[in-house]
C-alpha cells in the first residue's frame, strides 16, 4: 500500500480559494433554498448572468427548465490591505455578488401584451423575491459581514421577470 504524498509546498492561495468557493457555494445554497417554486439554481461567473440547464435532480417542468432560476455570480473581487500586510497576497477580499432571480410569465399570442392583472401579479412576486433574497443573504451565516447593495427589477420581458441584488462581502 503506497501512501499519498504531501505536497510540503502547495501553490500559494490554495487553502484561501478553496474556503473561497465552499464559502460561494454554501451562500448559494442560502438563496436557492430560500426562494420558493423555482426550477434551479446555481454559482455563476463572468460579466453577466448566462441561463444554465437544470440538473437531472432540479424539480423542473418542462416549460419552466431556463426561466425559472436564482444565481449567484462573482461580480468583482478586490484585494484590501490589512494591518501588518507584509506579504504579496492579501488577507482580506471584497466580493461584489449578484443575486438575481427570473421567472417564467406567459407569452400571449399574436404579440398581445400581457394582462394587466398578470402583470401586476408578475410584479408582486418579484417584490416577494426581493424580500425573500435579501433575508435570506442577511442571514446566511456564511460570511461575518455583508453589506446589501440595490435591487434592480427586470422585465416582464421576453417571458420573464424579475431582479437581481448585489451584495458585498469580506473574506
Do not use: H
Amino acid at each position: 500500500m503506497s501512501e499519498t504524498p504531501v505536497d510540503p509546498d502547495p501553490p500559494l492561495g490554495t487553502a484561501g480559494a478553496e474556503a473561497l468557493n465552499e464559502a460561494l457555494v454554501a451562500f448559494t445554497g442560502c438563496i436557492g433554498e430560500a426562494v420558493p417554486d423555482i426550477c434551479s439554481y446555481g454559482l455563476t461567473i463572468g460579466d453577466s448572468y448566462v441561463p444554465f440547464d437544470p440538473d437531472e435532480t432540479d424539480p423542473c417542468d418542462e416549460d419552466e427548465a431556463i426561466c425559472s432560476q436564482v444565481w449567484v455570480r462573482v461580480g468583482d473581487v478586490t484585494p484590501s490591505p490589512s494591518q501588518g500586510w507584509d506579504s504579496d497576497c492579501a488577507t482580506v477580499m471584497n466580493l461584489t455578488l449578484e443575486v438575481g432571480v427570473l421567472r417564467c410569465i406567459e407569452i400571449q399570442g399574436k404579440g398581445e401584451a400581457p394582462t394587466a392583472s398578470e402583470v401586476l401579479l408578475a410584479a408582486m412576486q418579484s417584490m416577494s423575491d426581493m424580500n425573500v433574497i435579501y433575508c435570506a443573504a442577511m442571514s446566511c451565516e456564511v460570511w461575518s459581514a455583508i453589506d446589501a447593495g440595490t435591487w434592480v427589477p427586470l422585465g416582464p420581458d421576453g417571458g420573464q421577470y424579475g431582479g437581481i441584488w448585489t451584495f458585498t462581502v469580506e473574506v
